[in-house]
């Protein structure tokens, strides 16, 4: 082979690329492989169905999904309104006692207050009447 010219070597490459050629070109035409790329376009078909199929099952998943956040949302925000309002009527009536409570103290305190000043000057009024009659027994005793 070192032999060879260059005018062979090139014939030989030329005639095993017209083989190469020729044995691909019969592949062409071969039942065989067009039902192995109608097999594998079957199989493509169906692998892209089954693709777009948990993709639609997905996006109904991510909807209810979404569907149910937003309703447990309404759910806790209307919640919450009903325990701030709750809240609210609570510290109301709260307030509302202790405003009766703080006015039945002041009540209470001024009539307490009302009876010590009364008892006072009626205490008051006695200590005098004892003292005008300690006097008037002292003018008394001055006057024999």
């Not at 009364?118 to 002292?138: N, S, T, W």
């Amino acid at each position: 082979m070192k032999n060879d010219t260059f005018d062979e070597r090139q014939n030989a490459a030329a005639a095993a690329k017209r083989a190469m050629i020729e044995r691909f070109r019969g592949a062409i035409n071969d039942p065989s492989i067009a039902a192995k790329q109608a097999e594998r376009a079957a199989i493509a078909a169906a692998r892209e169905q089954r693709q777009a199929e948990k993709r639609a099952a997905r996006e109904a998943e991510l909807k209810r999904l979404a569907d149910a956040a937003a309703r447990l949302a309404a759910e806790e925000a209307a919640r919450k309104a009903a325990e701030e309002a709750a809240a609210k009527a609570e510290a109301e009536r709260l307030a509302a006692e202790q405003a009766a409570e703080e006015a039945r103290r002041l009540e209470e305190a001024r009539r307490d207050a009302e009876l010590t000043a009364a008892a006072e000057a009626v205490m008051r009024e006695g200590q005098k009447a004892k003292r005008d009659a300690r006097y008037a027994a002292r003018k008394a005793r001055r006057a024999r």
